[in-house]
Nanobody, 125 residues
């Protein structure tokens, strides 16, 4: 069974950086992977989605966050810079099992076949 595992969350002051890691055996075989986040009392929000190495980021994080992948290690990273208090939340990595999914469908997707357990990020002012 395919599993995703995030790590790297923690507490940081505004303006700081964190790097989240998501490990999933066979991650590279998934055509659509990415990160979501959810703050208490708020809707789940797309952070960034990668379709065959092309990434698109949410408006709230573009120019500050970057997704990268190490195919050999079946690992995806989320580098978060210039963190703000509003970036606080639980961060989840996601993957879509359908290897034929198109770029358009991938970017529009909000429900994925695989989710990690989440890692908490807390940014203080």
């Amino acid at each position: 069974q395919f599993q995703l595992a995030e790590s790297g969350g923690g507490s940081v002051q505004a303006g700081g950086s964190l790097r989240l890691t998501c490990v999933g055996s066979g991650l590279s075989r998934h055509g659509c992977v990415g990160w979501f986040r959810q703050a208490p009392g708020k809707q789940r929000e797309k952070v960034g989605i990668v379709h065959r190495m092309t990434a698109v980021y949410g408006e709230a994080v573009k120019d500050r966050f970057r997704i990268s992948m190490d195919i050999a290690k079946s690992t995806m990273y989320l580098q978060m810079d210039k963190l703000k208090p509003e970036d606080t939340g639980m961060y989840y990595c996601v993957a879509e099992a359908d290897p034929t999914i198109s770029f358009v469908r991938c970017q529009a997707r909000t429900e994925f076949t695989d989710w990690g357990q989440g890692t908490q990020v807390t940014v203080s002012a």
